[in-house]
T-cell receptor, first 114, second 115 residues
């Protein structure tokens, strides 16, 4: 998702529904991707990662999908809970090798309705 | 244990002050990072240390001076900052910089206000 000005795009979901958060990445040479969750007043929290030689990886209640053809990454959260409300960032390693570093996407706010 | 600690949690400083931010991890990680995050924006990389040596400086102004005294500690020395430097400063660490060891774990950040 792309942000406009100072307003992050927001995804609003009903508690108990599944959430899908999308991210378009920029560099076809990126070899590693991470999803982070950031709650208000806290640092980013690691959720799940995936390497470019995979197209799907599952964790507890979360699944990351990677489509290298269209440079698209998504995070699926099953049975979304109020505690999932946060800003979600995707990040890519654009410089594989000894000087690798993460570049973050612009972030999407997930709001869970009770 | 995936904890990165940062002190102080909040800092207010004037433009002529000198202060330092501190970061510590005891996970045996050999890469440590400083990021700056403005409100409603993603974290922006400032510095990367690998095995206690500065590996990346993302063209950060010299009023920010990083230091890595040992493999567990990372400092950010601040001097003559500007009001626009007010932000959340995040520290992170990872096992290394390459291969299968690059997931980064973040501290809670220091909320800096420059007056």
């Amino acid at each position: 998702g792309e942000s406009v000005g100072l307003h992050l795009p927001t995804l609003s979901v009903q508690e108990g529904d599944n959430s899908i958060i999308n991210c378009a990445y920029s560099n076809s040479a990126s070899d590693y991707f991470i999803w982070y969750k950031q709650e208000s007043g806290k640092g980013p929290q690691f959720i799940i990662d995936i390497r470019s030689n995979m197209d799907k990886r599952q964790g507890q209640r979360v699944t990351v999908l990677l489509n290298k053809t269209v440079k698209h990454l998504s995070l699926q959260i099953a049975a979304t809970q109020p505690g999932d409300s946060a800003v979600y960032f995707c990040a890519e390693n654009q410089a594989p090798g000894a000087n690798s570093k993460l570049t973050f996407g612009k972030g999407i706010t997930l709001s869970v309705r009770p | 244990d995936t904890e990165v600690t940062q002190t102080p949690k909040h800092l207010v400083m004037g433009m002529t002050n000198k202060k330092s931010l501190k970061c510590e991890q005891h996970m045996g990680h050999r890469a440590m990072y400083w990021y700056k995050q403005k409100a409603k924006k993603p974290p922006e990389l400032m510095f990367v240390y690998s095995y206690e040596k500065l590996s990346i400086n993302e063209s950060v102004p010299s009023r920010f001076s990083p230091e890595c005294p040992n493999s567990s500690l990372l400092n950010l020395h601040l001097h003559a900052l500007q009001p626009e430097d007010s932000a959340l400063y995040l520290c992170a660490s990872s096992q290394g910089l390459a291969g299968g060891r690059i997931e980064q774990y973040f501290g809670p950040g220091t909320r800096l206000t420059v007056t």
